[in-house]
């Protein structure tokens, strides 16, 4: 089986609609929402507007 390239590392809220998901090959941290049929995905980034990268 193929290593999956994201991974769901924490989740949030009380219907668990808030996802922080990171790339495992570059390891950006994105913040992904689903509400229903509504959702999205952005990039976090740091105070210097830098993307969040979490390291193995």
């Known amino acids: 089986m193929k290593d999956k390239r994201f991974e769901i590392v924490e989740t949030e809220g009380t219907a668990k609609g808030i996802f922080?998901?990171?790339?495992?090959?570059?390891?950006?941290?994105?913040?992904?929402?689903?509400?229903?049929?509504?959702?999205?995905?952005?990039?976090?980034?740091?105070k210097d507007g830098k993307p969040i990268i979490t390291k193995d």
Request: charge should be positive; aromatic fraction near 8%.
């Open 20 to 46: 922080v998901i990171v790339d495992r090959k570059t390891g950006v941290n994105y913040l992904a929402t689903k509400f229903g049929a509504a959702g999205g995905v952005c990039p976090l980034i740091d």
